[in-house]
């Protein structure tokens, strides 16, 4: 008896030894940037817009079934049910970007206007991202000969600088489309079109909520017909959507703040929704983060409106609490955004999906086409 007893004792130890050792490994294994990793070929990234808006391709997954299937943008309302709620994001993309001059050497600097934070944010004093080497109290001529201020220098390449003017109003005479830097190209007339939504509506971003890139009002309408309801929330994008996860354990990163907004409408919307059990479908993963960021007001409380400075990280072992459903584009590897969709359908289901894009010439990034992720049986 004893020496079962014994036996027994040791077989739970080496029972427990060995899911401990797994549980960590696979722990690690999730938790490291370099896992989420995929090589993404140069040829693959759209550097510009399609040539007729919504005309991309659209790869959709059920979560359910484990089917997939090559689709057209155009076509996202075959996968739509009635009492759909699906929501969008109506913020607008500000002409943030600004070429100006060193009074003192004449030099010249590119500063990127950071996103607007709430409706009482200073436009006469801001952040701007800058490019090339600034001391406080440089003097910064723009191109209409308004003269800029350098206050004070911060982290990350960022600078305060202050203006007779309202910077907001400044950027939009004489500022350019901020595009993303991997683009690797200036602006265009056509950028300033398609770098927007056709319903973009609140000015205060500095980055496109470009999984919506590709709507049209015959798509919208299209989507109304198959009895979804539509509805607009607002999260002004920042340039943190660019940067790079500079951490080893992901889970050390800090999302930057981007400021939101949701009204009484939508809210009762997404409520109602949630009480009787229809889908909630996320038009990219701002809408996500701005939903799964107020989960618990949404759920619990009985405010009118929500508003606030969204700062969450979604990654891999998240527990979606709003979003049923996501339409997102094809994302940078170790980015954020990937870990967010990462956490919605599993990184080995994504990097599946990411090959069979691939293998098919989807077009990656910003300009380029989408993926659908639901759950139906």
């Known amino acids: ?23 960590n490994f696979n722990k690690n294994t999730i938790m490291d940037i370099n896992d989420y990793n995929y090589k993404l070929n140069e040829s693959l990234i759209a550097k510009k817009p399609p040539a007729i808006r919504g005309t991309t391709k659209l790869l959709t997954y059920n979560l359910k079934t484990k089917k997939i299937f090559h689709d057209k943008y155009s076509n996202l309302d075959n996968y739509i049910k009635p009492d759909d709620l699906i929501i969008l994001n109506d913020t607008k993309v500000i002409p943030a970007r600004l070429i100006v001059t060193k009074k003192q050497s004449g030099g010249q600097r590119e500063l990127i206007l950071i996103e607007q934070h709430g409706q009482s944010d200073d436009w006469f004093a801001h952040k701007v991202l800058y490019k090339g080497k600034l001391s406080t109290a440089d003097i910064l001529i723009t191109k209409n000969n308004v003269e800029l201020k350098v206050t004070a220098l911060l982290d990350n390449g960022l600078a305060i600088i202050s203006s007779p003017i309202n910077l907001l109003e400044l950027a939009y005479e004489i500022g350019e489309v901020p595009l993303p830097p991997y683009l690797h190209r200036k602006a265009t007339n056509s950028d300033k079109d398609r770098y927007q939504t056709i319903w973009a509506k609140n000015s205060g971003s500095v980055a496109a909520p470009t999984a919506s890139l590709n709507m049209t009002p015959e798509l919208i309408d299209k989507l109304r017909q ?5 509805s607009f929330i607002t999260l002004h994008v920042g340039l943190g959507t660019f940067l790079p996860i500079r951490t080893q354990k992901i889970e050390d990163h800090h999302m ?32 996500t983060r701005t939903l799964e ?25 998240y527990n979606f609490k709003i979003v049923n459903a996501l339409l997102t584009n094809f994302h940078a590897p170790k980015s954020t955004v ?37 759950n139906e049986a």
């Open 1 to 23: 008896m004893v020496k079962f007893f014994n036996f027994y004792t040791i077989f739970l130890i080496m029972i427990y030894n060995i899911l401990t050792y797994f549980f």
């Open 226 to 230: 198959r009895g979804a309801d539509i």
């Open 256 to 287: 930057h703040k981007e400021y939101f907004e949701i009204n009484q409408e939508v809210l009762k919307k997404i409520r109602s929704a949630i009480k009787n059990n229809h889908r909630i479908i996320a038009i990219g993963t701002t809408v």
């Open 293 to 317: 960021y107020a989960a618990d007001e949404i759920i619990n409380n009985n405010k009118s409106a929500i508003n606030g400075e969204a700062d969450i990280f979604i990654y891999p072992g």
């Open 338 to 374: 990937l870990m967010l969709v990462s956490a919605f359908c599993g990184w080995s289901v994504l990097k599946k999906l990411y090959q069979v894009a691939t293998d098919d010439n989807y077009k990656f990034l910003s300009y380029g086409d989408s993926m659908l992720l639901y």
